[in-house]
């Protein structure tokens, strides 16, 4: 009997400290995640937007107004077919109403693009102060967050979201006395663990990591760390403005062409 519980005992042990490492290894990929989200990639979104707004905003500019005038010159072409009196004002109200999404998702992009000007690329943390961050996110993290402890309840969730938003910030002083605070208070403790209930847990923790490992996977492979080679391509990044200088110039001259159609049409017509 006295050999069966030590055999078990080192079983419990054995299985605690695999349950142990998969909880480091899950609490690194998190901060890896955090990182890719809450760093990187909104870094990344704002130098594409600084490298490309402007001229992306104009090209959707020239494109809705082109499709307006094609949209007027039909209209005015239906009321002489009806032999009415041209009503330019009635035309351009309905054009207007026609086109109120695309006005608005040009109100959209143009506000966006105002706000990444005015904020910029947000300076990254770099080299021994950003291991140190990390370290101590992800020592935080293991004391907080639902998939790595066991006694998670909602009066650990500010605690959560505050030391989220302080890494998020680089604030390493309020995620270390985040740290301090969740050491010595009063949550649950986690109860301990017989054999089964130590081998679920392991595969639990298997299983998050392999569904944290596809999203990053995914996050890398979409917009906008998909885009981080490019960006850092100063002869690819000067190519593909040309192409959307080039794209803008011709809707322009699209929209000339129809709007030089349009003044021949309304000066032949008594308004």
Known sequence: MKCDYMNENTRI????????????????K??????????VCPNLDTDYILKFGSLKQKIETNRIE????????????????RKSRLNLFEIDEQIENEFGKQNEYLKEISAKL???????????????????????????????????????????????????????NYDFNTIKSIKVMTINSNFPKSKEK?????????????????????????????????????????????EYKNQLDEEKNNYMAEYNHYEDIEDRIINNVDI
């Open 66 to 81: 082109c499709e307006k005038i094609k949209m007027k010159i039909g209209l005015i072409e239906k009321q002489l077919n």
């Open 30 to 39: 998190i901060v890896l995640m955090d990182h890719l989200q809450l760093h």
């Open 194 to 238: 017989n054999i089964k209930e130590l081998l679920e847990l392991i595969n639990l923790l298997k299983i998050r990591i392999e569904i944290i490992n596809k999203d990053l996977i995914k996050i890398k492979d979409s917009y906008p760390f998909n885009q981080i080679d490019f960006l850092k391509d100063e002869e690819k990044v000067k």
């Open 114 to 168: 105002t706000v990444t000007k005015n904020h910029g690329l947000k300076e990254e943390l770099k080299g021994e102060d950003f291991k140190k961050l990390n370290h101590v996110y992800k020592e935080t993290l293991l004391l907080l967050h639902p998939d790595l402890v066991d006694n998670f309840d909602y009066t650990m969730e500010n605690y959560l979201l505050n030391v989220i938003e302080a890494y998020e």
């Open 13 to 28: 042990l054995t299985l605690k400290n695999e349950v142990n490492l998969l909880r480091d290894k899950l609490a690194e």
